[in-house]
């Protein structure tokens, strides 16, 4: 699934009022999600930075690497550099402001400010923002994220506007429908089935519901200040086991050409256990379902391509889990 992580440089040249080229993954994304909305949105794009730049005296505007939503280097007023975000039209999106009001800086990026429409984000940009996808162990890799669960997990707010994982799994049937029955070429029949009948189970088995990340990975977690912290939070409100489904994807996409994959994934079963003290089946269950469900968020629903990295996983966990 796509990332929005920005711990990635920025983009060598400064990009400045309006922007005059958009890059053209960026651009396929965004008319790929949101079709229309997505192209009203790249026009409009250029304007609201500009407006929300002008508004909070933000200046040397300078993007990551776009994958999705709009999000670069700014630097304030006072001086101090922080992290501008667009949100994308996507229906979910309010999920992670909600989410970082919730978290408040723990175990998690810090928002600054937010616009009156709630589309534009400022926080606090991550020193010196390394990933956790450089530490070269994977052991103590799968550890930092295990400890970092447990601290930014929350109890289910009784508020609204977070996303239910049922939802993200109740799109996959609408999807296939659409497809005329098929499944995305890519993935095992085996996997897509065994993933769909373990669902149900998954969820009844969990009593821990809480409200998580969602797509907390080696991507989505930097260096801040000595510690170790979470970006880019969707919002989920599910079983906290689930939250282990994107770190066993990871890292993209290097995980699946990992010669020593069935110790890995064994060690970082053991890991898990220990630290989380979830069901090592479990564990397995929903990182199979997050990859199928990973597949069917990548596949083009007119040619059925996409999602191979997240297919290859899949037949793995699959063949773990027969």
């Known amino acids: 699934m796509d990332q929005d992580s920005h711990s990635h440089p920025p983009m060598a040249e400064p990009i400045g009022f309006p922007l005059a080229k958009y890059p053209p993954k960026f651009v396929a994304n965004v008319r790929r999600y949101f079709g229309a909305k997505g192209d009203q949105w790249l026009r409009d794009l250029p304007g609201i930075v500009g407006s929300i730049a002008n508004e909070w005296q933000l200046t040397h505007i300078r993007p990551y690497q776009l994958s999705i939503n709009y999000v670069a280097e700014g630097t304030q007023a006072d001086g101090r550099n922080a992290v501008l975000k667009i949100l994308a039209p996507d229906d979910e999106a309010q999920g992670e402001l909600h989410a970082l009001r ?25 020193q010196p923002g390394s990933q956790l996808a450089s530490v070269s162990n994977d052991r103590a890799r799968t550890q930092i994220a295990a400890h970092l669960y447990n601290k930014i ?86 079983p906290a086991e689930y939250e282990c489904g994107p770190l066993m994807l990871n890292p993209w996409p290097r995980l699946a050409s990992y010669s020593n994959l069935n110790k890995t994934t064994a060690d970082r079963l053991a890991i898990l256990n220990e630290i989380l003290g979830f069901d090592r089946q479990v564990i397995l269950g ?18 059925g391509s996409g999602g191979e990295y997240s297919a290859t996983l899949a037949r793995h966990y699959s063949a773990l889990l027969k």
Request: contains cysteine; charged residues 20%; neutral net charge.
């Open 102 to 126: 919730v978290f408040n800086g723990h175990g998690c990026v810090r928002l600054l400010r937010v616009s009156e429409d709630q589309r534009c984000l400022l926080l606090e940009q991550c």
């Open 153 to 238: 997990w929350r109890k289910v707010p009784n508020e609204d506007g977070f996303i239910d994982l049922r939802d993200w799994f109740s799109a996959i049937p609408q999807k296939q429908a659409r497809m005329n029955g098929n499944l995305p070429r890519a993935l095992p029949k085996l996997a897509h089935h065994l993933a769909i009948q373990l669902l149900p189970s998954l969820f009844a088995a969990s009593a821990t519901y809480r409200l998580i990340h969602g797509d907390l990975h080696h991507f989505n977690i930097l260096r801040h200040q000595g510690e170790w912290v979470a970006i880019d939070p969707k919002g989920v409100i599910g």
């Open 286 to 303: 929903w990182a199979l379902c997050h990859c199928v469900l990973s597949v069917w968020s990548d596949c083009d629903e007119k040619t």
